[in-house]
């Protein structure tokens, strides 16, 4: 079936026609073409650059049904390109799937013994080990691997580093050998330093950034996702570590400063993209409420919306609207920008050129 859609996209706000036929976007007619969608914003679809499909709701690994239905979520919700954050599940069977979004994976998380969740990472106690764990994971991968940067030490009663500024150098120039970018979760601030100055590409939440740790960034190019929705759950976090008071504090802290810090690292120029953390803690299809969270550490609705839209597409490699480029759009009938129950709406989805 080939579809027609016109409308006008963004950042340019300039009006678009397509036609699509044969899962592609074609700017010259097609005959036969039915119109589906006439008037209104037409993007390519939005990304989750944080998103783990294949970690249950609550914990642990999700199964084949809920792998789907987690799948299904973000596409209804206009997610259609997916930066897998880690997992402990294969999810590639799904790429056989026409009707759920693209993934591109990280693999497993790769932590220490009892240095993050039970179940879903790789333990590498060995450090000298690590950067062929990380090769071994990057060439499973679509281009990603992920770090645990930081996690409680039961030890010392608060977060700690979990790897030497050594191990971390000789892993990220293993998966940039092997033409893979790093990421690393990253809660407190002792953690970052090495990670940076080792050339990690990319920082989950960053919510211990400070304003050299923020130079830092800039002058790398390094990334950051703050994942703003998902650190919302620090001080339910802090409450249930009594055990821990140092640490309960500390997450509590975190949780205060974070916009400030996140607001200072997007004055300096540091790349911001939307990713939710679903899985786990947060409920998927919640990209809207990311995107609305950016604008509140002063982002314009237009910049917010691209770090989930055209700017995440740019950084991941993959393409927007474009003739040739995959028939990936969401379209809404009303600005997408003007609040989250908009965006969170959009009144077509067309995934590899079929209406979902």
Known sequence: MVLHVRGRTLPEQTPVEFWIADGVLHTEPVAGAETVFDGGWILPGLVDAHCHIGIAYGGGAADAAELVRQAETERAAGVLLVRDAGVPVDTRHLDGRDDLPRILRAGRHLARTKRYLPGLGLDVDDESRLPAVVAEQARHGDGWVKLVGDWIDRTVGDLAPLWSDAALTAAIDAAHAEGARVTAHVFGEDALPGLINAGIDCIEHGTGLTDD??????????????????IDN????????????????????????????????????????AGTDAGGMVRHGRIADEVAAL???????????GAACWGARRWLGQPGLEPGAPADLVCYSEDPRADAAVLRRPDRVILRGTLR
């Open 295 to 305: 604008g509140g550490v002063g982002m314009s609705p237009t910049e917010a919306l």
């Open 234 to 273: 620090f001080p339910g976090i802090a409450d249930s570590a009594v055990r821990y008071p140092d640490y309960a504090a500390h997450m509590r802290a975190l949780h205060r400063s974070c916009r400030p810090r996140i607001a200072a690292a997007r004055e300096a120029g540091v790349p911001i993209y």
């Open 213 to 230: 740790l923020i130079d830092l960034m800039v002058a790398r190019g390094t990334a950051l996702v703050p994942t703003l929705i998902n």
